[in-house]
C-alpha cells in the first residue's frame, strides 16, 4: 500500500471518527436539554402542587373555619344544617381536586357518618339499612362526588321540607346497578321544587344512571337513586 493510499484511508478514518464524535456529542446535548426541560416540568408542577395545597389550606383555614363556626353557633337548626352542608361540600370539592382514590365502601362509610351527624343535630335518626351481598368496587373522585351530593340534597330535603324525625337508607345491588333510596317519614311531599333537584338529576345522569321520587311503602317520601356498577 502506497503512502498516498495509507494516508487517504487515515484521513477518511479519522474524518468518520470526528463525524461520529460530532454526532455523539449532538446526541449528548440533546439529552442534557431534554433532562433540563423535564427538570424544568417537573418544577412547574410540583409548584403548582404546591400552591393548590396552600389553596386548600386557606380555604380550609379561612372558610371553612367560618362555615364550622356557623354551624355550632347558629340558634337556626336549618342555618346550621345549611353550613354543615356548604362544609362538606367544601371538602369533597377539596378531595375530588385531590383526585384521591377511594370505593364504594369507603363512600358508604362517609355517607353514613355524615347522615348521622347531620340527622341527631337536627334531632332525627338515621335507619341504616344495607344489603349483605354490596360489592367493593373502586370509585374514581367525581364519581364518589356526585353520590355525595346526590344523598346530601336528599336528606337537606328531607330534613327542609318533610321535617323528618326518621329517615331510612337503603342501599342494594339489583343485578350490575347499584339501588340506593332516601325516605322519611314527613307528610309525603312530592318532588321537591328548587335547583336541588336539578342538581340531583344531573349527577344522577353523569353517573350513567338516573333518580326518581315517590311515595314511601309506609307513608314520606322515597328517592331513589340506580346506576350501573363500576367493573371491579
Do not use: C
Not at 19 to 43: D, K, M, P, T
Not at 92 to 118: F, H, K, N, Y
Not at 202 to 210: C, H, N, V
Amino acid at each position: 500500500m502506497s503512502g498516498g493510499t495509507l494516508a487517504a484511508l487515515l484521513a477518511a478514518a479519522m474524518a468518520a471518527a470526528a463525524a461520529v464524535a460530532f454526532a455523539y456529542g449532538r446526541i449528548v446535548r440533546r439529552r442534557r436539554s431534554l433532562s433540563a426541560q423535564e427538570q424544568s416540568v417537573q418544577a412547574q408542577a410540583a409548584a403548582v402542587a404546591a400552591e393548590r395545597e396552600r389553596i386548600y389550606r386557606d380555604l380550609h383555614d379561612d372558610l371553612g373555619a367560618k362555615l364550622l363556626t356557623l354551624v355550632h353557633g347558629a340558634a337556626d337548626p336549618a342555618l346550621a344544617d345549611l353550613a354543615r352542608s356548604a362544609l362538606q361540600d367544601l371538602r369533597d370539592v377539596v378531595s375530588r381536586t385531590r383526585g384521591e382514590p377511594g370505593t364504594l365502601q369507603m363512600a358508604l362509610g362517609e355517607i353514613r357518618r355524615e347522615a348521622e351527624q347531620r340527622l341527631a343535630a337536627a334531632g332525627a335518626r338515621l335507619a341504616w339499612e344495607p344489603a349483605d351481598d354490596l360489592p367493593d368496587p373502586a370509585l374514581d373522585a367525581a364519581q364518589a362526588l356526585h353520590l355525595y351530593r346526590i344523598v346530601r340534597e336528599a336528606l337537606s330535603n328531607a330534613l327542609k321540607h318533610a321535617q323528618a324525625r326518621t329517615v331510612r337508607i337503603r342501599v342494594r345491588r339489583h343485578g350490575g346497578a347499584l339501588y340506593l333510596d332516601v325516605t322519611d317519614d314527613g307528610p309525603g311531599v312530592a318532588e321537591p321544587p328548587g335547583q336541588g333537584v336539578h342538581g340531583m338529576r344531573r349527577r344522577a345522569e353523569a353517573l350513567g344512571g338516573a333518580v326518581d321520587w315517590s311515595s314511601g311503602t309506609v307513608g314520606g317520601t322515597k328517592v331513589t337513586l340506580h346506576f350501573p356498577l363500576p367493573d371491579g
